[in-house]
């Protein structure tokens, strides 16, 4: 078990580093200058070069991936000076002339709009995504698990055949459209009777200019994020129960005279439940990536409205940062999940 999960580390890292060269790639081969957008109209050309020398954007595209890399490594060689001493938290290794083996904290460099530490900028909001993430996953769970299982006992009635088609619906459906529809619909065209804003956040400020959690705010945002897990959710719950329901032990429990509830709640949908379950980590990842454009549509001040702006002002640092935590996000969500499967199915090798 020790090899497998260190096997898949290592893909997961080699994973990451990818991820970081072809988004590194294509950020730095667009045909925009950071450095101006970091003056506005406002610049010439010396305080340009001294910008683009600043921002190490004079170097080579190979060069400038290679230091970004050992910025975010956990083990680098650094040179022994004052600098690295104020931008690098590291353990010394071993020392050799002017350079230093080190173990240090990845670093994801400072934005070029604000001059503030990346990772304090991804830190102060990684909560509120989560919130909305945990939200709408715990909506999808409750909702799709309680359709799945009606569905499955009243199967081909008219509710299942309902069930069946709106999950093909939800699946299909982008969670932008239906952010943008659910907008629309309750916070705009409805908001008298629902009290919804079509945007809003989850911390925001009050009548009297205090910082307050808006919990209403959080809603409509998870649910639009929470549609297409719903959809995925019913379908597994109903093929999984429809098919612990023909097992002969269900047979059995119906003959010994058990209740039909504790038939279908104690027996049957304990079983359907494993890889329901499974499947739900897995969306877990997924769903902060669909959160990037619900929480554009929101206006939610969360992971994904901040990478989006960084986007649009070209922030090269930030959206690295971003787009590596997600990554990493989902890699760390995929490799728990393979060890998942392979602790619950021994028909899985480990070796």
Known sequence: MLKYILRRLVYGFAVLILVVLIISSI???????????????????????????????????YIQLAYYLRDISPVAVLENSQENLKKYHFIKLISFGASTLVIKAPYFRESFQSGRDVWQLLRDKIPQTAILAISA?????????SLGVIAAI???NWFDNSAVVASVMGISVPSYVSAMLLALLFGY??????????????????????????WKNLILPAIALGIRPIAIITQLTRSAMLDVLSQDYIRTAKSKGLSYYRIIFKHALRNALNPVLTAVSGWFAALLAGAFFVENVFDYDGLGQLTVNALLSYDIPLVLGAVLLTAAIFVVINILVDILYAVLDPRIKVA
Do not use: H, M
């Open 189 to 214: 065209y409805l908001k008298d009777y629902t009290g919804f804003e079509v945007r809003g956040s989850l911390y925001d400020l009050n009548d009297f200019g205090d910082e307050t959690i808006f």
């Open 27 to 61: 950020i730095y081969l667009a045909p925009v200058d950071p450095e101006r957008l970091t003056f506005g109209q406002r610049y010439d050309t010396e305080t340009l070069e001294l910008k683009r020398k600043e921002l190490g954007l004079d170097q080579p595209l």
């Open 137 to 145: 996953i715990f909506l999808a769970l409750i909702i799709g698990i």
């Open 154 to 156: 009243n199967q081909n």
